[in-house]
T-cell receptor, first 112, second 115 residues
Framework: QQQVKQSPQSLIVQKGGISIINCAYE??????FPWYQQFPGKGPALLIA???DVSEKKEGRFTISFNKSAKQFSLHIMDSQPGDSATYFC???????????WGAGTKLIIKP | EPEVTQTPSHQVTQMGQEVILRCVPI?????FYWYRQILGQKVEFLVS????????KSEIFDDQFSVERPDGSNFTLKIRSTKLEDSAMYFC?????????????FGNGTRLTVT
């Protein structure tokens, strides 16, 4: 019930393509769904986040799509660039604290 | 831009030894966290800290772990008697206030290796 399942484990996308990473959760009490980006040797950094009352949120080239009934959410990176190569984590939490439950991560490689 | 800083970047210790991982959160932040990431695996919540006390902790955070904010700037994680399975990347994080519009800021982590 506390798990967040993330796929794929790794992803290779050509420059300019669309990168799509998917996550699924079980606990319907989750009410906050952030995506984090992590470069090697660095801590995770918040990329974009969504709440379940919204089906989509877009910030620049990054979009979260949220399907409440399916308990799934996904990250889309449009016009993917080599600088987007990183590990991406989805996460979920409930309530106002930040006990985030993390997905396993997706290593994204953008080929020039 | 203000950063969360962690020291050391890499700590090697022998099994059974005590280690203290140090963090300096962003100065106006009030909520503090420790997370860990075993190599190649997911990030795991350890503990949250507010107003000089633990507000929430996970099952991982057993009696071997403790946190402290000894002064106005440092936030430490102590592992009393390290085990091989404590080898991981430990991340400190902080945020200004409660609520989801106050994002977590992570440090660059301390890699703990227990031999």
């Amino acid at each position: 019930q506390q798990q967040v399942k993330q796929s794929p484990q790794s992803l290779i996308v050509q420059k300019g393509g669309i990168s799509i990473i998917n996550c699924a959760y079980e606990n319907t009490a989750f009410d906050y769904f952030p995506w984090y980006q992590q470069f090697p040797g660095k801590g995770p950094a918040l990329l974009i986040a969504i709440r379940p009352d919204v089906s989509e949120k877009k910030e620049g080239r990054f979009t979260i799509s949220f399907n409440k009934s399916a308990k799934q959410f996904s990250l889309h990176i449009m016009d993917s660039q080599p600088g987007d190569s990183a590990t991406y984590f989805c996460a979920a939490s409930k309530g106002s604290n930040y006990q985030l439950i993390w997905g396993a991560g997706t290593k994204l490689i953008i080929k020039p | 831009e203000p950063e969360v800083t962690q020291t050391p970047s890499h700590q090697v210790t022998q099994m059974g030894q005590e280690v203290i991982l140090r963090c300096v959160p962003i100065s106006n932040h009030l909520y503090f966290y420790w997370y860990r990431q075993i190599l190649g695996q997911k990030v795991e919540f350890l503990v949250s800290f507010y107003n000089n006390e633990i507000s929430e902790k996970s099952e991982i955070f057993d009696d071997q772990f403790s946190v402290e904010r000894p002064d106005g700037s440092n936030f430490t994680l102590k592992i009393r008697s390290t085990k091989l399975e404590d080898s991981a990347m430990y991340f400190c994080a902080s945020r200004t206030r409660e609520g989801r519009d106050s994002p977590l800021h992570f440090g660059n982590g301390t890699r703990l290796t227990v031999t």
